[in-house]
């Protein structure tokens, strides 16, 4: 039996002008994660998928074409490809996670990069970081349609994140810990939709949302300088210029709107909604003295949960890693 697990993630800023070509910053959410146990099936029975907490089991061989393969499925059948076994395996891998679905915290990327690790780890193989990452992306688009390949980046590596789509990966130094309360407002919002509707905005009315891209991607900038030099006061302040921006763009919700609001009256130094938008979670940057009334504040306000996660400071970082997103012929 193998275990292996992943954690979840949040994007601090930067979402949607990441998938056109501007930078976000991500980071791990140590306290949600996903976990995928491995063990040989009985003979015959090809490869079993039990996921528990969606209540859903597939199995290898059900689909009536690999296009309409569950993404399940295909985490296991692009890892046992990738590492040179074929797909005559009885195998039953169970699913767990404590990551909340379609609320912008990289449930599915988790999932897929548990299946991966696991399955790596079953067949005592070696997978990279950068490896598992580009494995997860080709699921992500099975969900998302057109991923930025933030969230798969985020999840493989599990550090903060600074990323560019096709550029060579930074992970971030961080001059001091951040404390980061993720509000949920309870509204599932699936990515792929909401992606899709800033498509159709964008293709409506290219220049304003080219500015408004161009915008983000300055605010973005302007957070790494200050996650840098530990200067919260300022990723703070580039947080609500982000939100700014995202409602601009048409993604915000009265309900996220409401929780930023209400972290910004208690004391946040920053709040936006983070992810797709449109439901999900929103993020507040507290201080160890504002956190308590301010998670008060985003409960009061109508928060579904409110997590609590901190970004730590880095000391061990040299320079930039692989490139991100190669095509899978760059394997
Ligand atoms: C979703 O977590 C983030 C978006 O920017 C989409 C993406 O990057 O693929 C909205």
Same mark, same amino acid.
């Given at each position: 039996?193998?275990?292996?697990?992943?954690?979840?993630?949040?994007?601090?800023?930067?979402?949607?002008?990441?998938?056109?070509?501007?930078?976000?910053?991500?980071?791990?959410?140590?306290?949600?994660?996903?976990?995928?146990?491995?063990?040989?099936?009985?003979?015959?029975?090809?490869?079993?998928?039990?996921?528990?907490?969606?209540?859903?089991?597939?199995?290898?061989?059900?689909?009536?074409?690999?296009?309409?393969?569950?993404?399940?499925?295909?985490?296991?059948?692009?890892?046992?490809?990738?590492?040179?076994?074929?797909?005559?395996? @009885?195998? $039953?891998?169970?699913?767990?996670?404590? %990551?909340?679905? =379609?609320?912008?915290? *990289?449930?599915? #990327?988790? /999932?897929?990069?548990?299946?991966?690790?696991?399955?790596?780890?079953?067949?005592?193989?070696?997978?990279?970081?950068?490896?598992?990452?580009?494995?997860?992306?080709?699921?992500?688009?099975?969900?998302?349609?057109?991923?930025?390949?933030?969230?798969?980046?985020?999840?493989?590596?599990?550090?903060?994140?600074?990323?560019?789509?096709?550029?060579?990966?930074?992970?971030?130094?961080?001059?001091?810990?951040?404390?980061?309360?993720?509000?949920?407002?309870?509204?599932?919002?699936?990515?792929?939709?909401?992606?899709?509707?800033?498509?159709?905005?964008?293709?409506?009315?290219?220049?304003?949302?080219?500015?408004?891209? @161009?915008? $983000?991607?300055?605010?973005?900038?302007? %957070?790494?300088? =200050?996650?840098?030099? *530990?200067?919260? #006061?300022? /990723?703070?302040?580039?947080?609500?210029?982000?939100?700014?921006?995202?409602?601009?763009?048409?993604?915000?919700?009265?309900?996220?709107?409401?929780?930023?609001?209400?972290?910004?009256?208690?004391?946040?130094?920053?709040?936006?909604?983070?992810?797709?938008?449109?439901?999900?979670?929103?993020?507040?940057?507290?201080?160890?003295?504002?956190?308590?009334?301010?998670?008060?504040?985003?409960?009061?306000?109508?928060?579904?949960?409110?997590?609590?996660?901190?970004?730590?400071?880095?000391?061990?970082?040299?320079?930039?890693?692989?490139?991100?997103?190669?095509?899978?012929?760059?394997?």
């Amino acid at each position: 039996m193998t275990v292996a697990c992943a954690q979840g993630k949040i994007i601090l800023c930067g979402e949607h002008a990441v998938v056109y070509g501007r930078p976000a910053i991500a980071v791990p959410v140590a306290e949600v994660q996903a976990r995928a146990t491995v063990e040989d099936g009985v003979e015959g029975q090809s490869i079993v998928i039990v996921a528990r907490d969606l209540g859903r089991v597939v199995t290898l061989g059900d689909e009536a074409s690999d296009e309409t393969r569950d993404p399940l499925l295909a985490a296991a059948v692009n890892t046992l490809e990738y590492i040179g076994l074929g797909l005559g395996h @009885d195998l $039953v891998i169970v699913l767990e996670s404590t %990551i909340p679905v =379609a609320r912008g915290l *990289g449930s599915g #990327a988790a /999932v897929s990069a548990a299946i991966t690790r696991a399955l790596a780890q079953h067949f005592s193989k070696d997978l990279t970081a950068e490896q598992v990452s580009r494995l997860v992306y080709d699921v992500e688009k099975l969900y998302h349609g057109t991923p930025s390949g933030v969230d798969n980046t985020v999840v493989a590596h599990q550090r903060a994140v600074y990323f560019v789509r096709g550029q060579r990966l930074e992970i971030l130094r961080v001059g001091a810990p951040l404390l980061l309360l993720i509000a949920d407002t309870g509204v599932e919002s699936p990515t792929r939709a909401v992606v899709g509707a800033v498509r159709s905005a964008w293709q409506e009315s290219k220049d304003r949302y080219e500015t408004l891209f @161009d915008e $983000v991607g300055g605010t973005v900038v302007g %957070i790494r300088d =200050a996650m840098e030099k *530990g200067d919260a #006061a300022e /990723v703070g302040r580039l947080m609500d210029e982000n939100h700014r921006l995202l409602r601009a763009m048409e993604v915000s919700s009265s309900q996220l709107d409401a929780l930023v609001n209400a972290a910004k009256r208690h004391g946040a130094l920053g709040a936006k909604l983070s992810g797709a938008g449109r439901g999900g979670n929103m993020i507040a940057l507290a201080t160890p003295e504002t956190c308590q009334e301010v998670k008060k504040a985003l409960q009061d306000a109508g928060a579904q949960g409110v997590l609590q996660t901190e970004v730590k400071a880095t000391t061990d970082v040299t320079g930039p890693l692989a490139p991100s997103m190669a095509s899978p012929s760059q394997r």
